[in-house]
């Protein structure tokens, strides 16, 4: 059986949730203290996580999480474990696609159109491939295709770069975001690119996929009202029936939400990944971001509501 949090530090972070939010002046530090709680509470969450799985073999550079402290939006607090490791994404690029489509649009680079709010909504919705390829070609204006010569391939990777180009401009580091994700494939031109250049496919960290979600959440991405209209489609209802193991509402964070909660989430998973990326409402007022990415255990589908209902009981969920 795994050992209960100490007391002491149940009971620290139990009051700092209750107390009233501070004063602009006093925001600075109370935001560092509570981030120092944070990390505690995910070392603590992870510490249990590997131990509850230690029959799966559940190691520590096979988890990473970030958890962002959303009540005070103007001064979030955020703590992370191995926040700034390299991981294929799956789906969860999906929102970084969403979040550029959305900065086009606003800078008339693309034109609003019924077929490309389709393709939006199927995207993070429902997580189609062929929606996402589509968005891909048209804020990139490139297509996939036969193999080209070397100096056409080049020219195409560089416009392939255009959403790297864009987050790059906004500060977000470490991060690789110009592939498509496939099913079957990639071919021609497609498979030239993973060959030629690197990185070879897309990679994210956990602290900038919760920056992301916690700017959709604030109204920062893009604009508020753009922020609006992508926090609609990432909407969860994880009370509702599926009988899909790996929907997204329910296979995920969703599980571990308890009645009155509300969730807004992009999950991805492949054969070697299990990831999600959740902003959480909780009844009590609390609010949250919970980024967790988990490699080599694409089966185990508790460890990710495992870890989340450690951290929702320190912010006062009860399930």
Not at 20 to 45: H, I, M, Y
Not at 116 to 122: E, I, K, S, T
Not at 237 to 265: E, I, N, R, V, Y
Not at 276 to 295: H, M, W
Request: aromatic share 8%.
């Amino acid at each position: 059986m795994n050992q209960p949090f100490r007391c002491v530090a149940v009971l620290t972070f139990a009051l700092a949730l209750a107390l009233p939010l501070p004063t602009s002046a006093q925001a600075q530090d109370t935001s560092g203290q509570r981030a120092k709680e944070l990390r505690s509470l995910v070392d603590k969450a992870v510490a249990q996580a590997l131990a509850n799985f230690a029959e799966h073999q559940l190691k520590p550079d096979q988890i990473a999480v970030t958890l962002v402290d959303l009540r005070d939006p103007q001064h979030p607090a955020q703590a992370s474990h191995r926040g700034d490791a390299q991981i294929y994404p799956a789906s969860v690029v999906k929102m970084f696609y969403l979040v550029a489509a959305q900065r086009w649009l606003e800078d008339g680079r693309l034109h609003d159109s019924e077929e490309l709010r389709r393709a939006m909504h199927d995207m993070i919705v429902y997580s189609y491939n062929e929606a996402t390829h589509y968005i891909v070609d048209l804020l990139t204006g490139t297509t996939s295709g036969p193999e080209l010569p070397p100096d056409e391939l080049q020219a195409w990777a560089d416009k392939r770069d255009a959403v790297n180009r864009y987050f790059s401009s906004l500060g977000y580091t470490n991060i690789n975001v110009n592939k498509k994700p496939w099913c079957e494939g990639p071919y021609g031109r497609e498979t030239q690119a993973i060959k030629a250049f690197k990185p070879n496919r897309n990679l994210l960290t956990t602290d900038a996929t919760a920056r992301l979600l916690s700017e959709i959440v604030t109204g920062k991405a893009v604009s508020a009202k753009r922020s609006a209209a992508m926090m609609e489609l990432l909407k969860r209802d994880p009370f509702g029936k599926t009988d899909d193991p790996d929907d997204q509402a329910h296979g995920f964070t969703g599980s571990a939400l308890p009645p009155g909660a509300q969730l807004w989430s992009k999950a991805g998973w492949t054969t070697e990944t299990r990831h999600d990326a959740a902003y959480i409402e909780l009844p009590n007022g609390a609010k949250l971001v919970l980024v967790t990415f988990t490699t080599d255990h694409a089966n185990e589908r508790e460890i990710i509501p495992y870890l989340a209902r450690l951290v929702l009981n320190e912010f006062g969920a009860v399930k």
